[in-house]
């Protein structure tokens, strides 16, 4: 769903989007097999830089497969995120009030977002668009939907539900610093999550870094932890 373009590779795929080049998990090599990290690297300049992009990002669903290579890929400089799959499995432990959420589009949610991008050291403007460009392409390939929560004519806190072939994701979870606490993040994620139900999903799932807090929220919420993810990166 990430690209609008592949390039076939005999250790996996490349998945491109010319129109969101800064955007890395829309320009990456998805590692499928592969004897050393070395050959890895290899392929991921083949395809990335034969299509202009100047970073590198190397994903892998195979948990053995990531844990093999970590090594060699920090030795060479690269960075590693490691992100977990979780599946709601279970009712959550605590009550959620769900009356402060509401169903929004798209653009109602641009200006929280932007703000929040733009307050990390690497977020700009420029790169918010592209990220939230990126949800406008991917209506063409899921249902989407979006919830947030409203504060004095803004939305303080937001979630992004996707659905598709008998699966829901639930996507970009936050809340704005000034506004944590109070159980807003809690509520946008249990709404997509009934959401999803009533849409008759099979699958409810979410995607959380594995050295943060927030997967500690998630499982509180009745989400389960079924696998991880290795992403490999080179600026």
């Known amino acids: 769903m990430a690209g609008t373009q592949t390039v076939a ?3 996996g795929v490349g998945v491109l989007t010319p129109e969101l080049p800064r955007r890395h998990d829309s320009n990456y090599f998805f590692l499928e097999r ?9 392929e991921a300049d083949r ?12 994903l892998t669903f195979d948990e053995e497969l990531g844990r093999q290579l970590e090594p060699a890929f920090l030795a060479s400089g690269w ?6 799959f979780m599946a709601h499995r279970r009712e959550p432990t605590k009550e959620v009030d769900l009356s402060t959420v ?20 690497w977020g700009s403007p420029e790169l918010a668009k592209e990220l939230l460009d990126a949800k406008v392409l991917l209506r063409d390939r899921a249902e989407t939907r979006f919830f947030g929560v409203p504060v ?3 939305i303080v806190a937001w979630t992004d539900l996707y659905l598709a072939q008998g699966m829901a994701q639930v996507e970009d979870v936050a809340t704005l610093e000034e506004h944590r606490g109070q159980g807003y993040a809690s509520a946008v994620v249990m709404r997509a999550v009934r959401e999803a139900q009533a849409a ?5 799932f979410l995607v959380a870094d594995d050295e943060d807090w927030p997967k500690e929220l998630y499982e509180r919420l009745g989400f389960e932890i079924v696998g991880r993810s290795y992403k490999f990166i080179r600026p």
């Open 9 to 11: 590779s005999p250790l």
């Open 34 to 42: 592969a004897e050393t990290a070395r050959e890895a690297m290899a």
């Open 47 to 58: 395809i990335l830089g034969g299509a202009g992009a100047n970073h590198r990002v190397i």
């Open 79 to 84: 960075g590693r995120q490691r992100h977990v």
């Open 102 to 121: 509401s169903e929004v589009d798209e653009a109602a949610l641009r200006p929280g977002r932007t703000r929040a991008i733009c307050s990390y050291p």
């Open 152 to 154: 004095d004519d803004e």
């Open 200 to 204: 008759g999903a099979d699958l409810i």
